[in-house]
């Protein structure tokens, strides 16, 4: 059994020792690159902005026009509109501009319409600006050749704004992880089957979720009974398939858990079978061939905790991204906690303002809890008890 750090580190290490880019890459247009890893270093091929433009509906001057005491009158010698030709500028005038409009050539400065009156083809104004008041120039946002994005961004509607204002239309990413999720145990049925005996199967539907935000084309297997040849069966077909197998049940060690074996019969490489946290000891990560396998426990809380620290590691990582560990804050706890001392503890909390409150039902069966919550307090192996008010680790959840 390993500490969670270790663990981690093992998921990185192995990821990038296998290859620089796992999956390969592809071309996708902007409406398909949100949720995707860039896969390449983009640059503005023009400033951005192209050009000076105003940032205020008024008047391009010059501003050395507007010396002395006011207010000045100027003649309007044209008028400058956004998509239309910029009118020209004359020293001593002024001319009519709206916002996003190209400033005119020998104007440095804006005067805000409501520091202005208008009368026929004259305006008066009232407020001097200064040279490049109510200006934006050409590269504020980027100079010619900067870098806009670099590889292993993970894009978003914002990063796919700024693609967008450096005029890209396509850009390479990662290819997205091709992952299916096994679930086993013959107390399962699938969900939705009203008066078939044992449990509705909770777990394949949540992971299928979670990994599709984590980038990959995920799908779900059928659900696989507790069957030796069933099971290497199902087993080497998916490795076959897949770039990931999630596996949830049959990874600890009683009569009926057959992953495990079953992998080492394979000839999987286990890079760990086992992690000192809470819940989700029985967690295992292996490789066979190109495939790999993230073995979750099945308890629904334990294996949707596990994923969420591991198999999001895991997606990520195999599509290059650079930050692919979710966000980590320091808050106070709104009440005591403790905990039996020798694993972490992963606990399913509600962060509010500078507080986490740890959610009652922490039991590894329990799904509310982890539905309700918005983050994983990180308690320390070694720690039995914290005060409330005092400072604990969360992993919050906006990245899950």
């Given at each position: 059994m390993i500490d969670l750090s270790s663990a981690l580190d093992l998921v990185l290490q192995s990821v990038v020792s296998a290859a620089t880019r796992p999956l390969g890459v592809e071309r996708v247009s902007l409406s398909e690159a949100a949720g995707r890893v860039l896969a390449e270093d983009v640059h503005a091929g023009a400033p951005v902005p192209l050009h000076d433009y105003s940032a205020m509906d008024g008047y391009a001057v010059l501003a050395e026009d507007l010396a002395g005491s006011g207010p000045w009158r100027l003649p309007v010698t044209g008028e400058c509109r956004t998509g239309h030709p910029t009118a020209a500028f004359a020293a001593g005038g002024a001319v009519r501009i709206f916002t996003g409009a190209a400033l005119p050539a020998g104007a440095?400065?804006?005067?805000?319409?409501?520091?202005?009156?208008?009368?026929?083809?004259?305006?008066?104004?009232?407020?001097?600006?200064?040279?490049?008041?109510?200006?934006?120039?050409?590269?504020?946002?980027?100079?010619?050749g900067q870098l806009a994005l670099g590889r292993g961004t993970r894009l978003g509607g914002y990063q796919v704004g700024l693609l967008a204002s450096v005029d890209r239309s396509e850009v390479l990413v990662a290819r997205r992880p091709r992952v299916v999720v096994v679930c086993t145990g013959d107390?399962?049925?699938?969900?939705?089957?009203?008066?078939?005996?044992?449990?509705?199967e909770s777990n394949g539907v949540a992971l299928e979720a979670l990994a599709r935000v984590a980038g990959a084309s995920a799908t779900r297997g059928p659900i696989l009974k507790d069957d030796p040849v069933a099971t290497r069966q199902a087993l080497e077909q998916a490795c076959a398939q897949y770039d990931v197998v999630l596996t949830v049940g049959g990874v600890s060690v009683g009569d009926h858990d057959l992953v495990r074996p079953t992998l080492a019969e394979l000839g999987a490489e286990i890079v760990f079978g086992k992690v000192a946290i809470k819940p989700g000891k029985p967690?295992?990560?292996?490789?066979?061939?190109?495939?790999?396998?993230?073995?979750?426990?099945?308890?629904?809380?334990?294996?949707?905790?596990?994923?969420s620290v591991f198999g999001m590691l895991l997606l990520r990582a195999l599509q290059g991204d650079e930050h692919p560990v979710p966000e980590r804050r320091t808050l106070r706890?709104?009440?005591?906690?403790?905990?039996?001392?020798?694993?972490?503890?992963?606990?399913?909390?509600?962060?509010?303002?500078?507080?986490?409150?740890?959610?009652?039902?922490?039991?590894?069966?329990?799904?509310?809890?982890?539905a309700w919550a918005n983050c994983f307090a990180i308690m320390p192996s070694d720690v039995a008890e914290l005060a409330a008010g005092a400072p604990i680790e969360v992993w919050m959840h906006a990245d899950f």
């Open positions: 440095d400065a804006v005067v805000m319409q409501e520091n202005t009156t208008r009368e026929g083809s004259t305006v008066t104004v009232q407020q001097a600006p200064r040279p490049g008041e109510n200006v934006r120039h050409a590269g504020d946002d980027l100079e010619a107390e399962l049925r699938p969900p939705g089957s009203p008066g078939a005996p044992g449990l509705a967690v295992m990560l292996a490789r066979r061939g190109a495939c790999w396998i993230l073995g979750l426990p099945g308890n629904p809380a334990s294996a949707q905790v596990t994923f706890l709104a009440r005591a906690l403790r905990q039996k001392p020798g694993r972490v503890g992963l606990y399913r909390g509600r962060a509010r303002g500078d507080e986490v409150e740890i959610l009652d039902n922490q039991a590894s069966g329990a799904t509310t809890a982890i």
